[in-house]
């Protein structure tokens, strides 16, 4: 069974009310068991919302919303809660959206709501690595399997 983020598959979980959905994820998914997730909304924020990106605030990681609120404590839950159906599930894979601050496992925005993406990992993504759950990003997953 995979974990998969909820916005590729097309449900209207996105930041911005809609989705990223991506059919050619979608039809390699066609023969597996999977369960969607959308660790934002788990976490409590509501859709649509602010963009969030993270940033490094008084020495530590904090996850803002573009307005400056500080949204760190609800992504935290949200890592938490997909952490739990993994692992109830017995979840080894995950396929998570590439680059947001919850699901990206290689690249994230560097918070300055430019655009710029860097090296890094979002919240759900880190907390599932360290956690034994082989993550992928939509990219990656489909190259695997190809």
């Known amino acids: 069974m995979i974990l998969v983020s909820a916005c590729l598959l097309g449900i209207n979980c996105k930041y911005s009310g809609g ?4 059919k050619e994820l979608m039809k390699f998914l066609e023969k597996e068991k999977f369960i969607p997730v959308c ?3 788990l976490g409590g924020l509501s859709t ?3 963009p969030c990106e993270i940033v490094e605030k008084t020495g530590s990681l904090r996850v803002v ?3 400056g609120k500080d949204q760190t404590l609800k992504f ?3 890592a938490e ?3 739990k159906i993994a692992q109830l599930c017995v979840i080894e894979e995950a396929v998570l959206k590439s680059n947001s601050p919850s699901c990206g496992s290689f690249k994230i925005y560097d918070g300055s709501f430019t655009g710029k993406l860097i090296d890094g990992e979002g919240i759900t993504a880190s907390l599932l690595k360290s956690n034994n759950i082989k993550v992928y990003n939509e990219i990656n997953y489909i190259e695997k399997l190809k």
């Open 65 to 67: 919303d573009k307005k």
């Open 48 to 50: 649509p919302r602010e």
């Open 76 to 78: 935290l839950k949200g």
């Open 39 to 41: 660790p934002e909304q």
């Open 81 to 83: 809660e997909t952490l």
């Open 19 to 22: 989705n990223n959905e991506n």
